[in-house]
């Protein structure tokens, strides 16, 4: 399944400028391990990453004006970061599988002279095959909505400068630099320039890496879970996959009753080894056609519904629904996990999360924020992420396993959380 190894985030909010994990030009870095967590204090920018995240997926799906306006961000003036007059910038650089060539995908948004966000630059690009050292070569790159893209990877010469027929002096220079191999090229002009050139042209057969990155970020899970949700009364009818918001998890447990019952059973076992007395968990509608999410608890002959149950045992219900999706999504993103769960049950929570991340099935690529100590007591320095507030207002961040002396002390036993509580991790 594809994994994210880096990511670099430019002029979005409070994150001015960070790096996490390997990017194609930072090959001596450690890429993102399959679970990461970032921790950090109230107020330093773990929403705002996590939200960067939604922001990526938003614009595939809804174009970079509407992304700038949905989920309460407030347009591009509010999202940028503040003092700041340059776009924003994301690069990520991701693998579709383990053997595959990392591709690198390059993204900014400006206003453009009404004022309006725009899509200023995008591009694709991957090493080819052979290559370890110098530049990847683009296979797709985009100037206000205008530029090449190359179908396929075969054996030939670079594209005709002369058939390019708009001022993109740095796209010229860029091309002639990676001097790509394919004959197989063609000029690209979208309509809209507030639509991502990946949304576009992967849709097509000819473009099948466009169309593979296109799917992983459609793929693209974050949580916005909230237990209210969860005790809606959605019409009954079986779904596949749990929402953003939780509130389809009847319909899920419908799903997961019917076509997967091994599947839905290991669940039951596993939260009623974490939440004393709940043995059965199962679906009833009532007269109008509405669906009932049921527990039944130990020693009790009558089930409570959704509306009973605590907010703790809802999530933790959902975050295991969700973990035992047949088909998983390539990237789970979860904020503050934690929040209503009794302590005892982060560490357990955290490692669900890890052997999905790791499991053989090639699970999801877990990514979450949390301020829990409990949580990163379970967790490795390789897998945390320090996130601090400087002086200046911008976020820096820094793996934990870059404190040597944090290694050491929890390779003598130390728990990483309890380090964090006694001010051990530090970002500066």
Sequence with gaps: MAKIEGIRIKNFRSLRDVTLGKLWNLQ????????????GKNGVGKSTLFDAFGFLADCLRSGVEEACDLRGRGGFNRICSQGKSGPLEFEL???????????????SIALDKSQRPYVQKERLRQRRKGQKHGWPFSFLVLNKGKGVAWK??????????????????????????DKEESR????????DNRRLGIATLGSLKQ???????????????????????????????????LNIHGDNLGNVVQFMEREHPKR?????????????????????????????????????????YAQQMSDGTLKVFAYLLLLEDPTPPPFLCIEEP??????????????????????????SQVFITTHQPYFVDALSPEEVWILEKGDDGFSTIKRASENQTVKNM?????????????DYLDAR
């Design 28 to 39: 001596q870095e450690t890429p993102l391990t399959p679970m990461t967590a970032v921790i």
């Design 93 to 107: 650089y991701y693998k579709e599988d383990g053997n595959a060539r990392p591709i690198t995908y390059e993204l």
């Design 152 to 177: 396929e990877e075969t054996e030939g010469t670079l594209i005709d400068e002369g058939t390019v027929q708009f001022d993109l002096t740095d796209l010229i220079d860029l091309i002639e630099r």
């Design 184 to 191: 197989e090229t063609e000029v690209v002009e979208l309509n």
């Design 207 to 241: 473009h099948p890496r466009i169309s593979a990155f296109r799917q992983f970020i459609e793929g693209w899970y974050l949580s916005y879970f909230t237990p209210d949700a969860a005790r809606s009364l959605p019409m009954a009818g079986a779904q596949k996959h």
């Design 264 to 304: 839905f059973q290991s669940i039951i076992d596993r939260i009623a080894s974490k939440i004393p007395g709940v043995q059965i968990i199962d679906t009833d509608k009532t007269a109008d056609g509405r669906l009932l999410l049921r527990f039944n608890d130990k020693g009790f002959d009558d089930p409570f």
């Design 338 to 363: 934690e929040n209503g769960l009794y302590h005892k049950l982060l560490e357990s929570l955290a490692h669900e999360f890890r052997e999905h991340a790791t499991g053989r099935k090639g699970g």
């Design 410 to 422: 929890v390779d003598e036993g130390l728990p990483l959380g309890g380090l964090w509580y006694s």
